[in-house]
């Protein structure tokens, strides 16, 4: 048993770490009231090799574990979880091909990837179907050599900017989870229509936006593994991005905790700093407490994946925990600065909006507790 | 070229430095260890002199303890070919660092044409080993540089002295500059940088190896201790239209007396 | 008795006033002083009214400027020829720059930029700061002599009784030797103000200004000290000064040398900005303004009248 992490993975977490503190943070309150979109940032991380972690160094990639790219997010979701968001969209949307792709298809669709900065976008959640997944109407109809795309999409990170959809979609409703089909579908085909940016309480940074599909012909040697074959590739996908995303909560918690650190030492009440009153102490105990539990959760799940062992469980109780974590610990810096910390001059209340998104999407903390249980329950 | 980039490992700057327990040096116990900061400028600055001259290498020196070697490895990552770690304590004096960078520098077999350093390490704030070194090696060196240009086997170099003023000189290589802030934005490691980083020779030298023993030390510490507590702030009243003139007067030349900043 | 040399730089004719302070910490010891190029009579008198024993005015070609191994190169000969056991100068750029080229080619150790020192017998004791002041250490040189120490420019204070020497003075001709690197042109600073992050005297003001003209009260003052005027967040949105003048956790942070903080309450917004200043003077007309609670010196006065005071009292102090 060993928890320390490598030297190369220490380096790893500084330089990212210095990246967050030096190019991330002082920009994520104006990106966040202005909702600029951080490219410059993900065009930067991308040069030094913060992007696309899932893409194997067979196809041009770093060749990382999923225990070094969640040692990554941590450090990079520091410095904001709305450009981290956007920053880790890639390896959500580009973990299918490499879960589910042909060699050709890796070769094809992942290079490009590490040549230039390009983005993906993951199409999965419909504006009636979130949580019942299964239950997507995106359809595909045979025609020729090619497939017909017809179908509405929402809420898909990056959709504004993305040069690859990897799209869920049905060869028949009525199949439920049996008829879903994984397809890679550039973004420039005639027919797709890119809705306008969402309005969000928080993560205002990250691009998010809904895509319409209208008679859009994709080859079928776009398709992921086979017809069908969708449902289990969406699974695994998820089963190693939930770690990933659980590292947005963990860096947005250590960030709220550093914050609520400084500040009470610093404010003064009753003559003395606020953090020699027990009231604050407590609150800044559960953050800790709370921290150590979500990293070591986030690191299992990445070992257990990295190791091919069922993951799922963890990954969802990493993704639970870390998420409800975050939005109880951002609220309590906000608790911690008063009435500063409910005004935008300070940067608590920002962390405590960008929380809220991380307990919805990618399942959302009620869904994790589904997998959960099922898991626990032997269903 | 043959570059020779010398660094040292300090703690952090946001490292609450304490004395250790009988005051012959801090506790570095609990330290986090980072590459000086103006060493990143010269290692920078390396890095675009060989990319502007074909077939240069770029050797990484560093004096100090092998227990952590982030200073070394952070060189390598950003691009330096390969490192050479003189195995010491951390609190030798400029002196005996210069002297084991020379006998380093002598033992790699290569002849230095251009040797960059920090113009300090934030740690002793001694500003000395870039000018100690190239007098030992018997070599010009311009300190405090803040820009730099080359012509073949010439460079021109800005100074930076008292006021923000600019003393510009022209030397011919080999020569050795001391970097500071403004001469260059230092680039990140990339994290492929840190992957090939690994591969990358890194040699270890003993002091006796580079002919330096502790008893060549020409400056010792002795009882590290905290700067005096800041004492509680003066206030004056001068609500008093009468009493502002003295009070004023008093407060300014307090400034120069006491507080000593004019 | 230690033999001493203290070599003094000179600005428009005049010794460096660190010399003075140097000297006036050396009564007790055998005292030369040595400047390169010529030193006219009434600087020698200062020289000698300080404790100064003899003066060696060193001349020689290619000195008319600086250059770290002309000046070093000098030097040596000139010290070669005594019997010092100690050299001692300011910390200044200059002395920075050639001091450890000079002590190394005698061999020697240097301590660099001492903020006080005695001796004890013939033994110089210094102490000095490291960890950019976080820490204090005592410092002592051995090895071959002399040994050479540096002295931080207003550390040890003028001394109020100085002991005079003979203040004897006399010419040395010194060798420049080789220089490769040499000064080719100099360029002056930019007569811009220095931006505030880099300030090393910073005057703010806030909402108390009322107004952006009331701030050129403020621009005096600084024009007189060489500061750059600074802002908090209130003066700011209230459109008295520009936003990038604003110092303050939304703002820049800053920390000067000398902050004067004027019409300014305090917001802990501003404290983030600015508490890291070296020295902080506040001036309010609120005695119970949080900004006293991190003022060094709290002037509880009207800022309209105590700047323009304060003001012809810098004029005084620096004319």
């Known amino acids: 048993m060993d928890f320390s992490l490598s030297t190369e993975q220490k380096e790893i977490f500084e330089v990212a770490r210095k990246f967050a503190i030096k190019e991330m943070l002082p920009k994520a309150a104006e990106f966040d009231e202005s909702a600029i979109f951080p490219r410059e940032i993900i065009d930067k991380a991308w040069e030094l090799g913060f992007t696309n972690t899932c893409i194997p160094s067979e196809y041009g990639g770093n060749g990382f574990s999923l225990l070094d790219a969640v040692t990554i997010g941590e450090a990079l979701s520091y410095g904001c979880m709305g450009m981290y968001t956007s920053i880790m969209c890639n390896d959500l949307a580009l973990s299918p091909i490499v879960i589910g792709g042909s060699a050709e298809q890796k070769e094809k669709f992942l290079r490009p990837f590490t040549e230039k900065p390009l983005l993906a976008s993951f199409c999965l959640t419909e504006p009636s179907h979130g949580s019942d997944a299964a239950g997507i109407q995106s359809r595909i109809k045979e025609d020729g050599d090619d497939y017909i795309l017809n179908g509405e999409k929402m809420w898909i990170t990056n959709a504004g900017h993305a040069d690859l959809l990897i799209v869920y979609c049905t060869i028949d409703p009525s199949l439920k989870h049996k008829g879903i089909t994984a397809i890679v579908v550039p973004a420039d085909l005639d027919g797709i229509t890119v809705g306008k940016k969402e309005n969000k309480m928080g993560q205002n940074c990250s691009d998010t936006c809904g895509i319409r599909f209208e008679n859009v012909r994709v080859p079928k040697e776009n398709v992921l593994g086979a017809v069908g074959e969708g449902w289990a590739i969406a699974m695994k996908t998820l089963d190693h991005s939930r770690p990933l995303v659980s590292t947005i909560a963990l860096g947005g918690s250590v960030r709220a905790m550093d914050c609520s650190i400084d500040y009470a030492n610093e404010r003064k009440q009753f003559g003395i700093p606020i953090s020699k009153h027990q009231s604050i102490q407590f609150m800044i105990a559960d953050m800790a407490q709370k921290i150590e539990a979500s990293r070591l959760l986030i690191q299992k799940a990445a070992w257990l994946s990295d190791n091919n062992l069922d993951s799922t469980l963890i990954a969802s109780a990493a993704k639970a925990f870390t998420a409800d974590s975050c939005m109880q610990i951002t609220t309590d810096a906000v608790q911690i600065y008063g009435g500063y910390g409910y005004s935008r001059e300070y940067p608590v209340e920002k962390l405590m909006r960008d929380a809220k998104l991380i307990q919805i999407y990618e399942g959302t903390s009620q869904i994790q507790r589904l997998v959960i249980s099922r898991k626990v329950l032997g269903k | ?262 | 008795m230690a033999n001493v040399l203290v070599f003094s730089e000179t600005n428009n004719g005049n010794v460096k006033p660190v010399t003075l302070e140097i000297l006036g910490k050396l009564t007790g010891q055998s005292i030369d002083v040595a400047v390169i190029g010529d030193l006219a009579d009434d600087q020698v008198k200062v020289l000698a009214e300080y404790g100064a024993g003899k003066v060696h005015k060193l001349n020689g070609a290619n000195l008319e400027k600086y250059s770290p191994e002309g000046y070093a190169n000098a030097l040596h000969g000139f010290i070669s020829g005594g019997s010092y056991d100690y050299v001692m100068t300011g910390a200044t750029s200059l002395a920075k720059d050639m001091v450890p080229r000079l002590a190394t080619k005698f061999d020697a150790g240097m301590a660099s930029d001492c903020v006080n020192f005695l001796f004890e017998g013939d033994t110089f004791q210094g102490t000095r700061p490291l960890f950019a002041g976080k820490c204090l250490a005592k410092v002592s040189l051995q090895g071959p002599k002399p040994h050479f120490i540096t002295v931080r420019p207003n550390a040890l204070g003028m001394p109020e009784s100085p002991t005079a020497g003979a203040g004897t003075a006399s010419d040395a001709s010194v060798e420049a030797g080789e220089i490769r690197a040499a000064i080719k042109e100099i360029i002056a600073s930019a007569s811009e103000k220095v931006d505030l992050t880099e300030a090393n005297i910073i005057i703010s003001g806030g909402r108390a200004m009322k107004n952006p003209e009331n701030f050129s009260i403020l621009s005096e003052m600084a024009d007189v000290i060489g500061a750059t005027v600074g802002a908090s967040r209130a003066a700011v949105d209230s459109g008295y000064a520009a936003p990038s003048m604003q110092v303050g956790q939304t703002g820049k942070t800053v920390s000067p040398s000398l902050y004067i903080a004027c019409g300014i309450s305090g917001a802990i917004q501003h404290l983030a900005g600015m508490r890291t200043s070296k020295v902080i003077v506040a001036i309010n007309t609120d005695p119970d303004a949080p900004i006293f609670t991190k003022a060094d010196y709290g002037i509880v006065g009207d800022l309209y009248k105590i700047v323009p005071i304060m003001t012809e009292e810098f004029k005084k102090i620096l004319a």
């Open chain 2, 1 to 262: 070229m043959n570059i020779f980039v010398c660094v040292k490992q300090v703690p952090d700057t946001e490292t609450k430095v304490q004395p250790n327990g009988d005051g012959t040096f801090i506790e570095t116990s609990s330290i986090k260890w980072i590459m000086n900061p103006y060493d990143e400028f010269a290692v920078e600055q390396a890095l675009l002199v060989k990319a502007a001259n074909a077939g240069s290498t770029v050797t990484v020196l560093r004096v100090g303890g092998v227990k952590d070697t982030e200073a070394l490895r952070t060189a390598m990552a950003m691009g330096a070919d390969d490192a050479i770690l003189v195995d010491a304590e951390d609190n030798l004096d400029s002196y005996t660092i210069a002297k084991s960078l020379k006998g380093a520098i002598d033992k790699s077999g290569k002849s230095a044409d251009l040797i960059l350093c920090g113009k300090q390490a934030i740690d002793d704030d001694c500003l000395q080993v870039p000018q100690v070194l190239a007098t030992m090696m018997e070599l010009p060196s311009v300190s405090v540089i803040v820009g730099f240009e080359q012509a073949g086997d010439t460079v021109t170099v800005k100074r930076e002295i008292e006021g923000g003023a600019l003393e510009i000189y022209e030397v011919k290589t080999p020569v050795v500059l001391a970097t500071n802030k403004g001469i260059n934005t230092p680039r990140y490691a990339s994290l492929p940088g840190i992957m090939k980083a690994k591969r990358k020779p890194m040699q270890q030298l003993s002091l006796a190896d580079v002919g330096v023993s502790l008893e060549d030390r020409r400056v010792v510490y002795s009882d590290f201790s905290l700067p005096p507590e800041k004492p509680a702030g003066k206030k004056f009243d001068a609500m008093d239209d009468a009493a502002a003139a003295g009070v004023v007067a008093e407060v300014v030349g307090l400034l120069r007396t006491e507080a000593k900043v004019l």
